[in-house]
């Protein structure tokens, strides 16, 4: 795979951690290995970073001076694409639904503290492309050069983070001689998704991408993959691409959908930090746990097997779901 051709900036210090999970292990049956992806030094990490790395350049390379992005008022991606445009000289416009707690911290904060501009509407995703066409062509006749980025980083550039990702993960399993089964990872926007699979795909890697749902229905996330896949493997010249049969995501554990935290989330919120001092989020990694220990304890992951789980990031998160948190036993007693 010659991702060397396609320009990139440097963002994050690689390869991340692969870090083995006793406690846990122990508790499941299995091997859990958690794959870093929150340990990174941009703007408290995650896996958007990596695509940013090529999206970023990309955006260098055709001359634009801001950089138009998408995501809810709590999007781990807005905030990394801001961090990440300032860190290269760029204006950056976050063009924000109105989904989520409306409290300014967390990643909101975030936002605010790097200088975007912020602009929140109340509307269907589906008008999202629309109104950041509008802001692009607004900056056009300022005599501005926009670039945009789709939610998530969800494009064939946005994929090859992810496609460069499975290389990493490989070398480190070969490395340590560990033979991983399954990778289990939070999939919504689908890059991620799309770039590990079709990796380990063109590779001829024995492991089993499993992408939990943060809140999308499981055909729309695995027909955004498809399309991404067939676009990603056109655009890298790849020799293979994923059929539906290799792209598996599973929306039983959105705790009734995107951006809901009940206490089964928060329970295991809590279960991996206390046996493992890992910090999860109530959105995303939090339900794809979920989804790795259901799956075990029905015996769809087999005892024995070896499991990477993808930690995504999301920190900030915890701060900006601190009220919902609270909600379900969350708290924490101070003296009077």
């Known amino acids: 795979?010659?991702?060397?051709?396609?320009?990139?900036?440097?963002?994050?210090?690689?390869?991340?951690?692969?870090?083995?999970?006793?406690?846990?292990?122990?508790?499941?049956?299995?091997?859990?290995?958690?794959?870093?992806?929150?340990?990174?030094?941009?703007?408290?990490?995650?896996?958007?970073?990596?695509?940013?790395?090529?999206?970023?350049?990309?955006?260098?390379?055709?001359?634009?001076?801001?950089?138009?992005?998408?995501?809810?008022l709590c999007s781990n991606h807005a905030r990394l694409t801001a961090a990440a445009a300032r860190k290269y000289g760029l204006d950056v416009i976050l063009v924000l639904r109105s989904i989520g707690?409306?409290?300014?911290?967390?990643?909101?904060?975030?936002?605010?503290?790097?200088?975007?501009?912020?602009?929140?509407?109340?509307?269907?995703?589906?008008?999202?492309?629309?109104?950041?066409?509008?802001?692009?062509?607004?900056?056009?006749?300022?005599?501005?050069?926009?670039?945009?980025?789709?939610?998530?980083?969800?494009?064939?550039?946005?994929?090859?983070?992810?496609l460069n990702a499975s290389v990493e993960i490989l070398h480190q399993l070969n490395e340590r001689g560990i033979n991983a089964s399954y990778l289990i990872h939070s999939t919504g926007s689908g890059a991620t998704q799309t770039g590990l699979a079709l990796g380990f795909k063109a590779?001829?890697?024995?492991?089993?991408?499993?992408?939990?749902?943060?809140?999308?229905?499981?055909?729309?996330?695995?027909?955004?993959?498809?399309?991404?896949?067939?676009?990603?493997?056109?655009?890298?010249?790849l020799p293979v691409t994923l059929d539906y049969e290799d792209i598996v995501v599973y929306d039983e554990y959105t705790c009734g959908g995107y951006g809901i935290v009940t206490r089964d989330v928060v329970d295991v919120v809590k279960m991996v930090a206390k046996k493992?001092?890992?910090?999860?989020?109530?959105?995303?990694?939090?339900?794809?746990?979920?989804g790795l220990i259901d799956l075990v304890r029905k015996g769809e992951i087999p005892r024995g097997s070896t499991v990477i789980f993808l930690h995504t990031g999301g920190t900030p998160l915890i701060f900006q779901y601190e009220d919902e948190l609270k909600k379900h036993n969350f708290r924490v007693q101070l003296p009077s």
């Not at 589906?126 to 998530?152: C, D, F, Q, T, W």
């Not at 493992?276 to 979920?290: H, V």
Request: charge should be positive; hydrophobic fraction near 40%; proline fraction near 5%.
């Open 101 to 162: 707690p409306k409290a300014v911290k967390g990643n909101l904060l975030l936002d605010a503290i790097l200088g975007a501009d912020i602009r929140v509407y109340d509307v269907d995703r589906s008008e999202i492309p629309k109104i950041m066409n509008e802001v692009a062509r607004e900056l056009e006749e300022k005599g501005k050069k926009p670039y945009i980025i789709p939610g998530g980083g969800a494009s064939p550039i946005g994929s090859l983070g992810y």
């Open 276 to 290: 493992e001092g890992i910090i999860l989020d109530p959105i995303y990694t939090g339900k794809a746990m979920m």
């Open 1 to 72: 795979m010659l991702i060397s051709r396609f320009p990139r900036v440097k963002l994050i210090s690689l390869p991340t951690p692969l870090e083995y999970a006793p406690k846990l292990s122990e508790e499941l049956g299995v091997k859990i290995y958690f794959k870093r992806d929150d340990v990174m030094e941009l703007a408290f990490g995650g896996n958007k970073a990596r695509k940013l790395e090529f999206l970023i350049a990309d955006a260098l390379k055709k001359g634009a001076d801001t950089v138009i992005t998408t995501g809810a």
């Open 203 to 237: 590779m001829n890697a024995d492991i089993k991408v499993l992408g939990m749902s943060c809140g999308g229905d499981r055909e729309r996330i695995r027909s955004v993959v498809k399309k991404l896949a067939d676009e990603t493997s056109k655009l890298t010249g």
